[in-house]
Structures are given as C-alpha cells and as structure tokens.
C-alpha cells in the first residue's frame, strides 16, 4: 500500500454508525457502569475519542508508537521539555524557533535547565556542545527563515551512541516532506497550526515517539499539565491531513518554481530555498526530504526594511501575516515581525538581514504567483535611495553561491 492510502485508510470510519467523518465527540466526562468501569474513558482530558483518533493518524504519519495532541505547538514542545530535570543540558539548534528560545530562555533556565545553541548544520560542533549533562538534543531542520539543513540521521547516530535523545521539530518540513524518527530520532513534535492543519484556522501541536516508553512518560506530562486539544479542533487537524500529502507535494512544487523565478531575478540579491542546488544544505536535504517545502525566503537587492515594507504591502495573492503552512499564500518580514523581539545583532547572525522576505507558498495558480512577485518587483515604488547601486551582477553571483 502506498502512503496516501495508507494514511486514508488509517482514518476509521466510526463503528457506532458508520459515520465516513470522525464524530466530534463534545463531552468533558463520560458516564460509569460502575466506579472505575467504563468504555476507555472517563474524562476527556485523559483521553477523548476525537483527539484519540487524531493522535493515532498522527502517530501513522510519521511512522512512531504514540502521538499525542497539545492546543499548540508550543505545548507540544513544552511538554517533551517536561522530560527534563534541574541540572540536565540541551544542545539546540542556533536560529530555532522564536518561541522555543523564549520557553528554554525565561521558562525552563529558571528551572536549572541550560541550552546551550550551536550551528547543528556543522556536526562537530554539535559533537564539542556534548558534556556528560547532555539529555536531550533538539533540531528544526529547515529552519525558519533561513531554510538552514541538519543532518538528522548523522546527529541521530552521535545521540544513539552517547545515549542523549534526540527531538526533531518537523513544523517547516511536515510528515509528508521528512520522517525523522525513520532517520533515527526518538521524538518529533509540529506545531500543527501550519502544514498538519493546512487551513490557517486551528492552533494546535503534536508529539510523536519512537517508542512506546517514551510516549507514555510525555502522555503523563499531557494529562498531568493538562494542555490537551479540543475535540472540535482535533476533528479540524483530521480533516486538514486527509490533504496534507497533495498540499504540501503541490505547495513544494510551486515553491521551487518561485524559487527559480526569484534566483534570476535582477533585483533579488539572495534566495533562500533547500531545492535550490546553490542551497549549502540541498544535498542533505535532497538525501533526507521527500518534498523540499513550501516556504521561500529572499533578500532584495535593497538591503533595507523600508524596501522589504513596500514589498510586502504590494503584493496581491500573497496576504501579509505571521505563520506559514495553509492554503492560502502569505508574506511577512521577520526582522520587524515574528523575529523582531530577537536582538538586531542577534538577528543578522542568524542570516535575517533587514531586507528579508518570507514566503509561505499557497494553492494559488504557481503562475498568478509569480507574476504577483515579478509585478511586485517592477514596480517602482520604492521609497528612498535607488536600488544598491553598489551592487553589481558579479556581487550578486557571489551572494548566491554563499
Ligand atoms: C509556529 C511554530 C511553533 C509554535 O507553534 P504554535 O502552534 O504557534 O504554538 C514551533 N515551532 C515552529 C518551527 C513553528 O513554526
């Protein structure tokens, strides 16, 4: 059986009525034949029908023993966190997820928890991070926004031998792009807000693990903590993965065609996508990925925030917002959006320069899309200085292939 009907096999059809769609079952408590005696549950944060279906699609997707679904990603992730105990060190990739920097950062330190953030594309430098403390290693590969490239099954291999668990955020790649616990990772956690969802119109997250071990400490941490997802919002995620494959197979294919458009572009002076050859991490990504992504990221030869501005509030297909991974395309600028909090210096080490742009490439016609951007780019409207003048063809060459 090939994957997709796999997965559309793995969602049941309800027993009690045969119904093709799983029930949304809206209860909080269900009802006892006597104490302690019931049909498999008793209290929908514990377990709920709807949310039980969902997290054994899940678990499916990406081929692990227990999945486990949070009302967001960052639940999600803080709930693997739980793990942890005062004294235990993570190495971390450097340019991770805003969100996970703010809870290792303000939430867990105060617990005794230390991070320490390294370039995870570079493996002796993870290999160097390592002391006898290290418990857990944790990876986006690509990462956001600069499509940077971890080598899962290297690192996987390093934590296996040293005895450190190894968790992969698997948001930007979704299951239908890369399966990291088949690459040897134990956990992987979404937020399943972007590509599992694919709507741009539920909040939520998951865990898989490898084993079932694993799955049953982080489920207590689930019921214990108590940020589980809602029946509604568990039935929106089914719904959202009966398409995931033909989206994100799509979204990717369309990504790399933008891709292709922007590389020659003459007033595009960096392009950021792992389906480019010129990408530092297309070889692993190409080993490693099914789908290389549905998100873009480049830099006008305007270097400049000003420059980005007018860009992105001229496009017409592609609606300015935060995240990324629904149907519809979305543009933002991280410097003065969702990595604005992050320190300037802090920001241009990672690669987010003030004129970086996002893409979250949609379902829209690949061409409307890239004469939206070829559109965008011509006119000019651009406020100030004239484009880099100092920049010429040969400069710009030099960019690409760095
Ligand atoms: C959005 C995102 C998160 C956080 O998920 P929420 O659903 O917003 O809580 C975590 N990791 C990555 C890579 C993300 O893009």
Redesign the pocket.
Known sequence: MKATTKLLQSIPVDELTGAISVPIYQTSTFVQEAPGVNKGYDYSRTGNPTRQALENIVAELEGGKVGLAFS??????DAVLRLLQSGDEVIAVDDI?G??FRLFDKVYKKFGVNVTFVDTTDLTQVFNAITPRTKLIWL?TP??PTLKISDIAAIARLAQQLGVCLCV?N??ASPAGQLPLSLGADIV??????YIGGHSDV???VVVTRTQELGDQIRFYQNACGAVLSPFDSFLLIRGIETLPLRVQAQSRSAQAIAAFLLQHPLVAHVYYPGLPSHPGHAIAAAQQQTFGGVVSFVLTDDSVEAAHAFVTRTRFFNLAE??GGVKSLIAHPATMTHASIPAERRRLAGVADGLIRLSVGLEDTEDLINDLQDALSASTYKGAPLAPQLNKQDIQWHRSN
């Open positions: 967001s990603g960052l639940a999600a992730i997820y969100g996970a986006e990462t956001n955020d948001t930007f956690v979404h937020s399943a807000t972007k909040i939520a997250g995240s990324l």
